[in-house]
């Protein structure tokens, strides 16, 4: 009787064991989606080109005329996540997510131009914002980055040149 009574402790206490010390559920932290344009701002002929009629509003304010798109590329960022893009120059960006919310983001920005930081920043956007950097100086002009936050999922990138099809100066070679 003895024996029958502790077998069925012990099995109760196998089966309910695994309720008692199994984590808590785990929440999933926010992926958003971290949209980033690179475009070429030179003084020529008045004009955005191709692909970028969403982003005017960013670039106007810029003291350049004409706006070429290189490339358009969305990325899926969670907390620690990294992206890195290759940049016209031999420059690149990097862009680690700090942390995100419902209402914004907060990303460590580190832009390298020949192995040198150009700016490496804390920034903080609120979902559907952006913020523009300037980049280096390439032989068609400045390059410049977009970068917006939104909360929409994820899309393909928009057609553009690859970077390998931007082809630095002379100088910069």
Known sequence: ?????????????????????????????????????TVIASKGERGFGPGLANYKREFRSLPFNRYELVKAESRQLGTGDEAKISLPGNAYLQITMTGATGA????????????LPIFNTNIRLDNEAGVVFGGPKVERGTVFVNIRAVKRPAVAATPGPKPSAIQPAAAER
């Open 104 to 115: 914004h983001s907060g990303m460590h920005v580190l832009m390298n131009h020949k192995n």
């Open 1 to 37: 009787m003895r024996a029958r009574a502790y077998t069925g402790a012990v099995l109760a206490a196998a089966f309910l064991a695994p309720l008692v010390v199994s984590p808590p559920a785990v929440h999933a932290e926010p992926r958003i989606t971290v949209e980033i344009v």
